[in-house]
């Protein structure tokens, strides 16, 4: 680990303390773990603390570790029932010249909830509705929570990994009541196998 890096992990650790679930350097990046209880107030520390002083958050996306749990107890490393969605979100420090990754895991699997970073970080709005629209998670707080890169009648969120491939419904137009509607997918699931043409005498070798 650098010398920046060490300094930095030291700082995270004198600054939170018991807050900290976990930090892990790997790649020559820090990753902060903490509780979704914890999530709002070690953000504001993380931005106004002069030891940390996170002024920008530059981006936050929403994980599904739905497999990677089941991998991962297969293998020893962490509990089938460990907790399936997170957000992670990248920090910088412009007077430190340092960056953090911050995760933070929901709950409840089957209604994810995080408390909203927009009170801190303004800019993380349209990252959150992204993460919402997508994966479903619900942040609290938020006073703008809606769709913004699917359509608002669109049904389930399409980055989970339980979420079918060829979705639940489709959207067309009717002639008839003159407007879109919607309707269960018509399209049934198929194998595709790559047809193979090739030309007459293919491989024949040919004599003089």
């Given at each position: 680990?650098?010398?920046?890096?060490?300094?930095?992990?030291q700082s995270l650790?004198?600054?939170l303390?018991?807050?900290?679930?976990?930090?892990?350097?790997?790649l020559?990046e820090?990753t902060?773990v903490v509780?979704?209880?914890?999530?709002?107030?070690?953000?504001?520390?993380?931005?106004?603390h002069?030891?940390?002083?996170?002024e920008?958050?530059?981006?936050l996306?929403?994980?599904?570790?739905a497999?990677?749990g089941q991998?991962g107890?297969?293998?020893?490393a962490?509990?089938?029932?460990?907790?399936?969605?997170?957000a992670v979100s990248?920090l910088?420090?412009?007077?430190?010249?340092w960056?953090?990754r911050?995760?933070v895991?929901?709950?409840?699997?089957?209604?994810?909830?995080l408390d909203s970073?927009?009170?801190v970080w303004n800019?993380?709005?349209w990252?959150?509705r992204e993460?919402?629209?997508?994966?479903?998670?619900?942040f609290?707080?938020?006073?703008?929570?809606r769709?913004?890169l699917?359509?608002?009648?669109?049904?389930g969120?399409?980055?989970r990994?339980?979420?079918?491939?060829?979705g639940?419904v489709?959207m067309?137009?009717?002639?008839?009541?003159?407007?879109?509607?919607?309707?269960p997918v018509?399209?049934?699931p198929r194998?595709?196998?790559?047809?193979?043409?090739?030309?007459e005498?293919?491989?024949?070798?040919?004599?003089?």
């Amino acid at each position: 680990m650098s010398a920046k890096l060490e300094q930095l992990s030291q700082s995270l650790q004198d600054v939170l303390g018991e807050r900290i679930v976990s930090i892990t350097n790997a790649l020559g990046e820090l990753t902060l773990v903490v509780a979704a209880a914890d999530y709002s107030a070690v953000a504001t520390i993380l931005r106004d603390h002069p030891d940390l002083r996170f002024e920008q958050l530059i981006d936050l996306c929403g994980v599904d570790y739905a497999a990677y749990g089941q991998v991962g107890a297969m293998l020893g490393a962490h509990p089938a029932d460990q907790p399936r969605f997170a957000a992670v979100s990248h920090l910088l420090s412009i007077s430190h010249n340092w960056r953090l990754r911050l995760r933070v895991f929901a709950t409840d699997n089957d209604f994810p909830v995080l408390d909203s970073l927009t009170p801190v970080w303004n800019g993380v709005n349209w990252f959150e509705r992204e993460a919402f629209d997508l994966f479903g998670i619900m942040f609290a707080g938020h006073t703008d929570l809606r769709r913004i890169l699917t359509d608002y009648g669109f049904v389930g969120h399409p980055f989970r990994k339980d979420f079918p491939i060829s979705g639940y419904v489709e959207m067309r137009y009717d002639a008839e009541q003159k407007r879109v509607i919607y309707q269960p997918v018509s399209i049934e699931p198929r194998e595709v196998t790559p047809r193979i043409i090739r030309e007459e005498n293919y491989g024949a070798t040919g004599r003089g």
